[in-house]
């Protein structure tokens, strides 16, 4: 089986075209190019090729590439006034606490036992 023809250099206008559409030069592109490996690669272990040195080597790339793009997480787009909202006041929390302990009593006379008074605690 012959080689697959060479990849035009980046930057070229033979790579802009190639890379033309939706989505050219994004990770969706990245995923294709890695499936069209795994397929060339099954091609090759169906004919009885080794392979063990170009998986080792597209596993590295993969793993540089996940580490290449991944941001950390800062919650910088998370301003202050939004976290305000998810802190509750401290009636809030009495009520809460109320409605829950009313909602749940069956479980908590079963977990107290017959010597506390769920009442007062």
Do not use: C
Not at 3 to 21: E, F, V
């Amino acid at each position: 089986m012959p080689p697959p023809p060479p990849r035009p250099p980046k930057g070229t206008a033979a790579a802009a075209g190639a890379g033309a559409g939706a989505g050219a030069g994004t990770a969706g592109d990245r995923a294709e190019a890695r499936e069209a490996k795994r397929a060339e690669r099954a091609k090759k272990i169906k004919n009885g090729e080794e392979v063990a040195d170009e998986v080792e080597e597209e596993s590295e790339e993969e793993e540089e590439e996940e580490d290449e793009y991944e941001e950390p997480e800062t919650f910088s787009d998370v301003d202050d006034d939004e976290v305000a909202t998810f802190i509750h006041t401290d009636e809030e929390v009495r009520l809460r606490r109320v409605i829950w302990s009313e909602m749940n009593k069956d479980y908590l006379e079963t977990q107290a036992g017959p010597d506390i008074d769920i009442d007062t605690a």
